[in-house]
């Protein structure tokens, strides 16, 4: 096939043998349904009561067996032509012979979702109703088995709610007059979770009649099979927690601030976020209900053995820790073996745990042993110095004795008796003064106390006024206005197509000095949709043989404009994906959407979304990954990989800390430069220096009084010149920053339309120059060129 022909070409050509279309087909479909299974987290499995025995009888409470939530809202959505959910999971358990479900109780609950569907309630947010007492001894007579499910859904634009009775982060007194009367009724219950991010975990945790818990996340199109298969044991979980589970929402240290102020978030609590929170400040750790990296199978395993050691590379010092991972149970089953360190507290402070490295084994049948190795490098073990307590701006590693801890939970580890040592204080990388606070006014210390740090007066960004959300303007919107028309100095007398320049035949420059000022900067606008897509493109320049690549949503599957009749594959959401621990298993999904992305004719998937989790509360926690900086960048680098090496382009997003969602196009997240350094950039470093993504995209929000995507430290200075990114970067859609300030920052396109009209001006007004529009066109077009 030539070069763009399926960016060109409408509709679709399938890619699958024989003609077939691989969009939505059953091998996604399959693997979509085996990642669900993989990531849910068994929180509590008292008495044996999980897996249900062959045979035995089971009563379903809670309207989510029904209105079953896949995936939450906004670009973590997906057209689908259908959804299993959780009571259909079962009844297929029931036609294989291995339950037998009270048919009588669920359709009581069919019948009262549909109605809340008829009168306007959507997916997710209906009321949970009271059973009838009459239907509740029915059950009873029935079984003694009781399985509830609750469920929830969040999404873009608006943030969840964390006050008791609320519905969201608790039950609602509706969930929790349900649970009660199940609990007093049946001897045996279990719960499963169909939710997107933290909730309550306290109603469970301490309740004796409550036996098991299965944390089952929005698992996607077939999440209700994959629950089954869990509750069944045709699956055994291998999922472990990449969040904290506290005992309550006010315990979580950002809880506090949350809701202060829709104009700002002051981290205060530093790097101090999720588990090196809970570990490090004294009185914290009873908090926890469910510590990260927890989570239980229906087998046991041993890990013993353990020995580590000092490796030296030519790209440095490696601490490498062996152990051998032994399937002690009845069941075959896959463990997670999680390398924690200290590092010595010094002048800086150090959080108690890190999370160093990880290594999930293959299935492993009873009596099978596998061999694991954990690497890390010494280096990433350094604190920034933001301050200069020891060297400012600069990675250090403190002297004293670092220690390892192996386990499978930040918990339940065994310390290693190697020690790393540091006799002196060392300076790893010296780095400049960037993004720094000019607002926040303390932070917190490894003691919990707070430090001081300097105000300095507010210079918030100023927001761009004349900004309309809506399609991209038409081309030739300029007539008239001659220096539109005015093209670069040194433009060539023939004509020359972008084909020229992938051929090698001319030069990027010189096809961008033929270009005049108008097509220049429309270059760096959004582009009209074509095809299946809703999120529009770029390129867009025929006449000169660009083709309009278009994007799409994002981290549940390819979302595209529905009504059309193509239908895709909805994959659990992306926490679930991060508590499977399977970076290989992510890479075949980025792999797998790719090709479904490659199918409709669309050029760059708007995937991953890896803010880190600071707050239950923020509502596209279901999109990101975890608390934890290693997981979250190790997963988006593996799905990276994963979509790059179908030659589709990915998109890492929203650089940076957008973790909240109300006002989220003009509130300011102030933190310091150590936290963002080492928590909330930390997972795009590495996945920028593990897979090279071809585009990122910069959040709404501002960060320190100035708009990211106005940030040259940010993205001229960190993401390029520090960490090496080579690709392009995109705002997300319609911010409030001005598009002239970005191209000198180097955001490079700006979407879902941008303003060609504001860049013009700015140009005229010698506040941009043609040759930083004409860096950013190059930089758009050397990612449509990496195009099939
Ligand atoms: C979201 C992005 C998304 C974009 C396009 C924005 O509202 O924040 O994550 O990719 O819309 O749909």
């Known amino acids: 096939m030539e070069k ?12 699958g043998k024989d003609g077939r279309l691989v969009t939505a087909c059953e091998e996604h479909i399959r693997l979509s349904r085996q990642a669900a299974t993989e990531g849910m987290v068994l929180l509590k499995n008292e008495c044996g009561m999980l897996p249900l025995k062959k045979g035995c009888r089971v009563a379903l409470f809670g309207k989510a067996q029904i209105d079953y ?50 009168q306007g309630k959507e997916n997710g947010k209906t009321v949970e109703p009271a059973v009838p007492a009459g239907l509740l001894q029915a059950a009873r007579r029935y079984t003694d088995i009781a399985v509830i499910t609750i469920c929830r859904f969040s999404g873009e634009d608006w943030d969840r709610k964390g006050i008791p009775g609320d519905g969201d982060f608790y039950l609602s007194p509706q969930e929790q007059e349900m649970v009660d009367a199940v609990t007093a009724a049946f001897p045996k219950v279990a719960v499963v979770l169909d939710v997107g991010g933290m909730v309550d975990s306290s109603w469970f945790k301490e309740n004796e009649k409550i036996q098991s818990v299965l944390l089952a996340w929005q698992a996607g199109i077939e999440g209700g099979l994959a629950i089954a298969d869990i509750l069944c044991a045709d699956a055994n979980p291998s999922g472990k927690l990449v969040d904290t589970f506290a005992g309550s929402f006010d315990d979580y240290p950002s809880s506090a601030g949350f809701n202060d102020s829709d104009d700002y978030v002051d981290y205060t609590e530093d790097i101090y976020v999720g ?8 009185g914290a750790a009873e908090k926890v209900n469910y510590p990260f990296g927890y989570g239980l199978s229906y087998t046991s395993f041993a890990i013993r053995n353990c020995c580590g050691r000092l490796e030296k590379a030519e790209d440095g010092t490696q601490i490498v820790v062996e152990a051998s991972v032994t399937n002690v149970g009845k069941l075959a089953g896959k463990e997670v073996v999680q390398l924690y360190y200290s590092a010595p507290q010094g002048r800086l402070g150090k959080p108690a745990r890190a999370l160093g490295a990880f290594a999930k084994t293959r299935c492993l049948q009873p009596g099978e042993t596998q061999q694991v190795t954990l690497r890390l490098a010494a280096d990433s073990m350094a604190s920034y110095d933001d301050t200069g ?6 990675y250090v590693m403190e002297a004293g004795e670092y220690r390892f801890y192996l386990g499978n939970s930040v918990r339940n580890t065994e310390k290693v008796s190697f020690v790393y040592k540091e006799e002196a204080d060392r300076v790893v990388l010296v780095l400049k003064e960037r993004v720094a606070p000019r607002q926040l006014a303390k932070r917190m210390l490894a003691d919990g106390s707070f430090e001081e740090l300097p105000v300095q007066a507010e210079c918030k960004a100023e927001r761009f006024p004349g900004f309309v959300e809506g399609n991209p303007p038409h081309k030739g919107h300029w007539e008239g206005d001659t220096t539109a028309n005015e093209r670069g100095a040194d433009a060539p007398e023939k004509k020359i197509m972008l084909m020229d320049v992938v051929n090698g035949d001319a030069s990027m420059e010189e096809f961008l000095a033929q270009l005049t000022n108008g097509q220049l900067i429309d270059l760096l606008c959004g582009q009209p949709n074509t095809g299946v897509a809703n999120t529009f493109g770029m390129g867009n320049l025929p006449e000169y043989g660009v083709p309009n690549l278009m994007t799409a949503d994002g981290p549940a599957g390819v979302r595209i404009r529905p009504g059309l009749g193509v239908c895709t594959t909805a994959w659990p959401c992306a926490t679930l994906l991060a508590c499977t621990w399977n970076p290989d298993l992510v890479y075949e999904i980025g792999a797998a959407g790719a090709r479904e992305m490659k199918e409709n004719n669309l050029g760059i998937w708007l995937t991953p979304a890896m803010n880190i989790h600071r707050s239950p509360l923020c509502g596209r926690n279901f999109e990101y990954y975890s608390e934890d900086p290693l997981i979250a960048g190790k997963m988006a680098a593996a799905k990276v990989n994963g979509i790059q090496s179908e030659h589709i382009g990915a998109s890492i997003k929203h650089f940076a800390c957008n973790n909240k969602e109300t006002n989220r196009k003009a509130s300011d997240s102030r933190v310091s430069e150590r936290a963002l350094r080492e928590i909330y950039l930390k997972g795009f470093e590495i996945a920028v220096k593990e897979a090279q993504p071809w585009t990122l995209m910069t959040c709404y929000n501002m960060i320190n009084g100035r708009y990211a995507s106005e940030r040259e430290d940010l993205l001229a200075g960190i993401l390029r010149e520090e960490w090496g990114f080579k690709g392009m970067v995109t705002t997300d ?5 001005y598009q002239y300030k970005e191209i000198k920052a180097g955001n490079d396109l700006k979407m879902g339309s941008g303003d060609p009209d504001e860049v013009l001006e700015a140009w005229k007004e010698g506040k941009v120059t043609r040759k930083e529009i004409e860096t950013c066109a190059a930089r758009i077009l050397e990612t449509i060129m990496k195009l099939d």
Request: charged fraction near 30%; glycine fraction near 8%; hydrophobic fraction near 30%.
């Open 69 to 118: 939530v896949r995936g939450g809202g906004g670009s973590g959505e997906v057209t689908t032509s259908y959804t299993r959910n959780i009571y259909e999971g079962m009844k297929l358990k029931e036609e294989e012979g291995k339950l037998q479900v009270f048919d009588e109780l669920s359709r009581f609950y069919e019948e009262d979702v549909k109605e809340q569907y008829a």
């Open 275 to 282: 588990y090196r929170y809970f570990e490090t400040i004294p």
């Open 4 to 15: 763009w022909t399926r960016i060109a070409h409408q509709p679709c050509l399938p890619m």
């Open 733 to 737: 859609w319609w911010n409030k920053a």
């Open 389 to 394: 307590k020891i060297a400012k701006s600069a």
